[in-house]
């Protein structure tokens, strides 16, 4: 059964630190990985990661995929207050029809 | 404007009653689905769908059914079977059954008085 496990369950942090966000797994024969942001209501997707691109980034986040160690870390700079969200992982395997998602990471960021 | 819509935005039910949620989508995805998100749970898939006309169950499927006759849409009842069913739902949709970004719907919670 594939499996994702995310820490920390909460982060609180002030304003203009950067954070690392963890996700661990366990897939049957990996294809991607992903990162939402789920700040009230509809989680909205930041990142997929694959086997051909293990780094990605965008302004101040960025993220990378180790297939050998079964891990992704989310880094945020210069933390912003608008940055206050649940950042979830999801994995999906090779003839999967489904994404299995961690319980996310709430993070807190404070003025 | 393309999107994934659901409604309504809040639910309440009495115990023993059966409802339905509302899960559309103009974004002529072929694949749907629907979770189930408790606090400290994460995201748990209870059915989805491929395309027209079929379906299959996720992980906690007892006690909610579905339907796909319309390509746009992906309607959940949420059953009196349904032991605890107080909760927010998200409906998801992709382009197709194994592309791997899903796009979420705004989402409905449930509320059992």
């Known amino acids: 059964e594939d499996k994702v496990v995310q820490s920390p369950l909460s982060l609180v942090v002030h304003e203009g630190d950067t954070v690392t966000l963890n996700c661990s797994y366990e897939?049957?024969?990996?294809?991607?990985l992903l990162w939402y942001k789920q700040e009230k209501k509809a989680p909205t997707f930041l990142f997929m990661l694959t086997s051909s691109g293990i780094e990605k980034k965008s302004g101040r986040l960025s993220s990378i995929l180790d297939k050998k160690e079964l891990f992704s870390i989310l880094n945020i700079t210069a933390t912003q207050t608008g940055d206050s969200a649940v950042y979830l992982c999801a994995v999906d395997g090779i003839g999967n029809e489904k994404l299995t998602f961690g319980t996310g990471t709430r993070l807190t960021i404070i003025p | 404007d393309g999107g994934i819509t659901q409604s309504p935005k809040y639910l309440f039910r009495k115990e023993g009653q059966n409802v339905t949620l509302s899960c559309e989508q103009n974004l002529n995805h072929d694949a749907m689905y629907w979770y189930r998100q408790d606090p400290g749970q994460g995201l748990r898939l209870i059915y989805y769908s491929q395309i027209v006309n079929d379906f299959q169950k996720g992980d906690i499927a007892e006690g909610y059914s579905v339907s796909r006759e319309k390509k746009e849409s992906f309607p959940l009842t949420v059953t009196s079977a349904q032991k605890n069913p107080t909760a927010f739902y998200l409906c998801a949709s992709s382009i197709g059954p194994e592309t791997d970004t899903q796009y979420f719907g705004p989402g409905t919670r449930l509320t059992v008085l």
């Open positions: 897939v049957t024969n990996f294809r991607s």
